[in-house]
């Protein structure tokens, strides 16, 4: 009973309405709201009509939606000299995003059970140099980048595009997956070599199961990181490989003598959609898979 009126109290006091809670949730509402104002403006917007825009204002709500501004930005908007919408460069996006994630992700795992458990003379030096890599930034790997993809008669295409993004990515998922396998206890691996298990027996039934969290960590970051990419777009997408940014660029800025707002908000939607779908079904996985390699043991 003691222990009851206890555990009651204490709920009780958790769940009193104090002035510095309301302060701290009036905040978070208006953080919200904060962020969520343009998404409210541009889903608005992209359903609106030409009149009705230049008749209204920008947090007015549609007084008759429509689809048609979505349709057009997905099939019939001018990039350019094309005029068949952002659909062809969305699966461009995608032909390029899916294997480059899949694979860094991969190369990035093994890389960091190397680095965390089968340690070797220079792997610090290795790893260190891996780092580095992290922070350099996408200007200055242009140049040869450009002249590797010339010489492998990659340049202009969507595998050229692969590579650069796995190549730019793998340092980025060496960091994570090592951080990560740090964290796995040594005995683990050891007992496993007892046993007779090799490199990869090793990762396969010991390091693979225990990696969801980190992998989804880096599914997500490589997934928004090489979807929202301008740059190695712009720079290495030929005309057949552009990548959905680099196409949305183009539809905003050409011009037919009237700017549709709403068909540029649309096509901005469709292009942020498959990054906001991915973090709005695994974000808990995100945040999870960064908290569980923060502390050893």
């Known amino acids: 009973m003691a222990a009851d009126s206890t555990s009651n109290t204490i709920y009780n006091e958790g769940s009193k309405l104090t002035a510095g809670r309301v302060l701290i949730y009036t905040l978070l509402v ?11 403006v541009m889903l608005s917007t992209s359903v609106k009509t030409l009149d009705e825009i230049r008749s209204g204002n920008l947090l ?6 429509t689809g048609a501004a979505w349709s057009k930005a997905w099939s019939t908007a001018c990039t350019g000299v094309d005029c068949n919408g952002l659909q062809p460069f969305f699966w461009n996006s995608i032909k390029m995003a899916v294997p480059a994630v899949l694979i860094s992700t991969l190369v990035g795992s ?25 922070f350099i930034p996408f200007q200055v790997v242009i140049l040869p980048m450009a002249r590797l993809l ?4 990659l340049a202009n295409t969507t595998p050229g595009l692969v590579f650069v993004h796995i190549v730019y ?35 396969r039934k010991i390091i693979f199961p225990l990696s969801l969290p980190i992998f989804m960590v880096c599914f997500i970051w490589q997934f928004t ?18 990548p959905v940014t680099v196409a949305l660029n183009n539809l905003v800025n050409t011009s037919t003598g009237v700017t549709e707002y709403n068909v540029n ?14 973090y709005l079904l695994a974000g808990k996985y995100f945040v999870r898979g960064l908290t569980a390699g923060a502390v050893k043991g």
């Not at 208006?30 to 409210?40: N, V």
């Not at 093994?110 to 340690?119: C, I």
């Not at 090592?178 to 046993?195: F, G, M, Q, S, W």
């Not at 712009?234 to 490989?241: C, I, K, L, N, Y």
Request: net charge neutral; hydrophobic share 55%; with cysteine.
């Open 30 to 40: 208006l953080c919200a709201l904060y962020y969520l104002a343009p998404l409210y």
């Open 60 to 65: 007015s709500l549609p007084m008759s939606p």
């Open 110 to 134: 093994l890389n960091g059970y190397v680095l965390a458990h089968w340690r070797f003379r220079g792997s610090e030096i290795l790893f260190t140099a891996l780092m580095v890599g992290c």
């Open 150 to 153: 010339g010489t492998v008669n």
């Open 169 to 203: 990515g793998i340092a980025f998922t060496t960091l994570f997956f090592r951080n990560y396998y740090v964290t796995v206890p040594e005995e683990l691996v050891k007992a496993a070599r007892i046993d007779g298990a090799g490199f990869f027996m090793t990762y």
């Open 225 to 242: 990181q090489i979807w929202n990419d301008f740059l190695f777009g712009v720079v290495f997408g030929g005309s057949d490989a552009k």
């Open 265 to 278: 908000m649309a096509a901005a939607i469709i292009a942020a959609l498959p990054t906001l779908v991915v």
